[in-house]
Each structure stands twice: as C-alpha cells, then as structure tokens.
C-alpha cells in the first residue's frame, strides 16, 4: 500500500469518524465528559450507539476484500458518515448537543487521534483499518485522555479567575446548597425570600458543576451583589469538596440526601460523606442549616461541630397548613420572638414547605423578620417542571414533575396527587441512576401508585416492567394500566380518555442516554 493512499484514507477517517460519531459525542456531554458514565450509556443504547458504525465499518471491510476501488471506497464511507451525522442532527432531542468550545477540542483531538491511529493500523491491514468505524467509543475515549491534560490547563485558568472575582467583595456573603433531592428548588425559593432585603445572584437553572459555577462568577458577578448562592451537585466523591474550595460559602444548606446517582456513588454511604462535605467545608463561625428528615440528615446535624447549626422548627415553624388547587396556605412563626406571618405560595406539598422553611430559616439567620419573610414567601414560584401546577384545559389540571425522579421525591408527588379531586392520572417512565437498585425502586414506586393514581400511563415498554409488576402486586386494575413506548405515545393515549375534572401528574423524563 502506497504511503499517500494511507495518509489520505487517514485522513478521510480522522474527517468522517467524528461525523458518524455524532450521536456518541453527545452521549459524553450528557454524561459531564465522564468517561464511566459514558461508557454506561453506550452499553444502554448498544444498538443505537454502536451498530451504525459497525454496518458502516463492515460495509467498507467487505469492500476490501473484494477488491471494490480505493477511491469508491472512500466515498462510499464519507456518504455514510454524512447520512449518519443528518439523522443524529435530525433527531428530536430533550437537552440539544451544544457545541461548546470544549466540545470543538474534543473534535479536534478526535480528528488527531483517529488520523494516527488510522494510518498506524493501515499500514499493518487495510481490514483492520476499516473495521475502526465500530470501535468508535472507543477512539472518543482515547481522544478525551489526550485531550484532558488541555482541558485540566484551561479549566484551572478560568477557576483560578472565578476565584479573584470572589476575594474582591469580602463582604459577599456566600451561600451553598446541595442535597441528592431538592437543591435546585430550594435555591431558587432562597433567591426570592433574600432578594426582599439583598442584591441577590444565584446560579442559574441546574448549574451545579465546578466549571459551571465558575462561569456564572466570571460572567455574572458584580460588585453590587450582597448574596451569591451556589448550587452544588455531586456524581461522585471530591465533588462538593471542589465547589467549596472555589466559593468557600459561609452558610451551607443540605436539603436531604437519599439513593441518587446510585450508578456512579455506589453506597448510600458515599452519597452521605459527599454531601456533608459541604458542612465540613464551612468555617468556625459558619451557618449550618440541614433538613429534618428522621433519618440521614439529622444524623449528619449531630455530626456537625458548628455552634451555629439549625434544622426547621429551630428558629422558625410553619403551622395551620393547607393546600389545593391555589397551592399552599400557612402561618409562619419566629419561635424567638413570638412573631408571626401568615404566607401563601403556589408551591405544592409538603416537601415543597420542608424545603421553603429551609429557606426560611436561613433567611432568619440573614437578620430578616417574617413579614420580611412573608413577602419573600409570595415571590415564589414552582421551579419548572418541578411539581409546577399547570392548566391542561377542559377543566384539567397538570401537575408538571417531569425534571427527574427519586424515590422521596416521587413519594411526594404521589402525596401531593392524593391531595386532588377527580380521577388522578400518572404520566411516567420510572426512575433511574439507581445503580444496582434500580428495579427494586421501581417496583415499590409502582405498589405506592396503585393506591394514589387511578390510570396509570407507562413510557418505555422495558425500563417500566418492574412498575408494572408492583402496580399488579398492589392489585391495580390492569385495564387502567397503558404501557406506551415514547412521550408521544403517551400524549395520544391521555388525549383519548381525558376529561373534565382530570388532575394529570408527569413524573420523570428520561434523558436522551436513557431512551429506549
């Protein structure tokens, strides 16, 4: 084989590959360009994922073997890579791939990696050469080991400014908020009750990682800020630990901690030290502010050396609750000073309330009074697509909880539900990032449904089989169970039996790495 034909088929690989791998790349961003993660994803969606490149590949093998012209061969690939990168841009998509600066060096490196091993594998076979298509994943992975050196360089940069951006304003004070559930709303209810009295930036949508964090300091901060409240997430150990070297918050709230991210964490007892490394990360004269929840969180309370440490009830209580169609009504009570409020919100729930008295009580601890409080309460509003209460028209309610699904959380749909006229009507595809406990959970989330929902409507006819099994076990009617296979689906099947009086609860949307 002549030296310029294995250059130029290198080349036409190093072009095509990151074209008919596509719909890979976007699997590694969804999973925060954690090669563990992606590669959970890839085995999940093996046909999707993997079989066009392997056709692809063996297309062009057979082409050898059979002696079809180099150049007709070169072409026929780059046809098909073209038609594979127009079906994965063409697909319907929950989170878009986005094109980001790290996302175009990843192309880049994977251009590089691919041409040299391309050539260094056809200079041995051609066969070999061409069988590369279906070893994508692969290729992707090596090219985010070379290019993670770069990318550790230009991320510490930005850090490292996000960092002086904070020291500027010493008097900022810095909040953080993680927990396995919860955090995201909670943020957003802090960031009303405290814009009452302060100039108040929180970290916009579910921007929780280290990097994301960082841009919103470098692009969002201003010397005119009083608050700055970081969400801070965690899929693995060290994570929260790295967010509070960069903010180091002298108030941190924990909103619960349970079986999230199970894939990734592995024991509920790494989910707990993770989190908690926010409490640990505070200083002497820090605020601590963790949830009551009879379990996990006042554990990691009587951990907690800090004098200033608070649950809900310490300092503030809410009674003479009630809720409904107009959300949530109660009194609001400074158990100090005696002083009360009463507070109405369109939240849903009582894990909604657990959340805001949070809120509350760190807002408390921040030298506001409960009228202050009150006024703050009123500001908020239901975090999209987290148990956020819609009207679907004809006399039907919709109660959107599509954002994701945990076990507490999904509980507390249900109870929220239970708290509606009519006949209740579930629209779901189950839970996952459970690790190991995945179906178990699913399973008890379907016994739960059974006595809380009157038609439930199942999406994903192989992830939803263990719910199935626990709505038949709980003895629900199997003629008002509809197993359907997309979102779409499901719309047609509610269209059909929807009536006046109907309260309609989604719960979950499995990401795009999760679709069947």
């Known amino acids: ?83 594979l990168f127009l079906q994965a841009k063409k697909e319907k998509l929950k989170k878009p791939f986005v094109v980001t600066e790290r996302v175009k060096r990843l192309i880049a490196m994977h251009a590089a990696t691919a041409f040299v091993v391309s050539a260094v594998v056809g200079a041995v076979s051609q066969p070999l050469r061409w069988a ?39 008097n ?23 814009s009452v009295k302060y100039s108040v930036l929180a970290t916009p949508s579910s921007f929780n990682t280290t990097m994301g964090v960082t841009r919103v300091i470098r692009e969002q901060l201003m010397p005119s800020h009083q608050v700055f409240i970081a969400e801070m997430g965690a899929r693995h150990v ?9 903010v180091h918050p002298t108030v941190g709230l924990l909103t619960s901690v349970g079986p999230q991210h199970l ?33 996990i969180c006042e554990e990691l309370y009587a951990r907690c050396p800090l004098k200033n440490k608070y649950m809900p009830g310490d300092l503030m209580k809410a009674s003479d609750m009630e809720w409904g169609p107009f959300g949530t009504r109660f009194t609001l009570t400074d158990i100090e000073t005696g002083e009360s409020a009463r507070c109405q919100t369109r939240l849903l729930g009582e894990h909604s309330i657990a959340n805001l008295l949070l809120c509350c009580t760190a807002a408390r601890t921040l030298g506001m009074t409960p009228a202050e409080i009150a006024e703050g309460v009123k500001r908020c509003q239901p975090v999209e697509h987290r148990l956020e209460l819609l009207s679907g028209g004809g006399g039907v309610s919709i109660i959107d909880d599509a954002f994701n699904a945990n076990p507490v959380g999904a509980q507390a749909a249900l109870r929220v539900l239970e708290g509606f006229p009519g006949r209740r009507i579930i629209i779901t595809p189950g839970m996952v990032e459970l690790g190991g406990e995945e179906a178990e959970f699913n399973r008890r989330f379907g016994e739960q449904m059974a006595r809380s929902v009157d038609v439930a409507i199942l999406v994903g006819k192989k992830h939803v089989q263990p719910i199935v099994d626990g709505l038949t076990a ?9 197993v359907v296979s997309s979102l779409d689906e499901s719309t047609k099947v509610l269209h059909a039996m929807m009536r006046a009086g109907d309260v309609v609860l989604y719960e979950n949307d499995l990401p795009d790495n999760y679709s069947e």
Request: with cysteine; net charge neutral; charged share 20%.
């Open 1 to 83: 084989m002549s030296i310029i034909l294995n250059i130029l088929e290198a080349l036409v690989m190093a072009v095509c590959l990151p074209l008919s791998g596509w719909r890979l790349l976007h699997y590694f961003q969804l999973e925060s360009y954690q090669l563990p993660g992606f590669f959970r994803s890839v085995r999940r969606n093996a046909q999707k994922a993997l079989l066009p490149g392997a056709i692809a590949g063996a297309v062009c093998v057979l082409f050898v073997l059979t002696g079809v012209p180099d150049l007709l061969r070169l072409v026929v690939f780059a046809a098909m890579a073209a038609l």
């Open 474 to 482: 709980a003895g629900f009617p199997q003629e008002n169970i509809h």
């Open 132 to 170: 590369l298509p279906a070893l994508e994943a692969l290729l992707i992975a090596l090219a985010a080991v070379c290019a993670q050196p770069i990318e550790k360089h230009i991320n510490q940069q930005f850090v490292d400014d996000a960092k002086k951006r904070l020291e500027a304003n010493p």
């Open 263 to 295: 894939d990734t964490f592995g024991t509920i007892e790494l989910i707990k030290n993770t989190k908690y490394e926010l409490i640990d990360g505070l200083p002497e004269n820090g605020t601590a502010i963790l949830a009551r929840d009879g379990a």
């Open 172 to 194: 900022l004070i810095r909040i953080g908020i993680t927990g396995s559930y919860g955090k995201t709303s909670t943020k957003f209810l802090l960031r009303d009750i405290l």
């Open 238 to 246: 060290g994570d929260i630990k790295e967010l509070v070297d960069l």
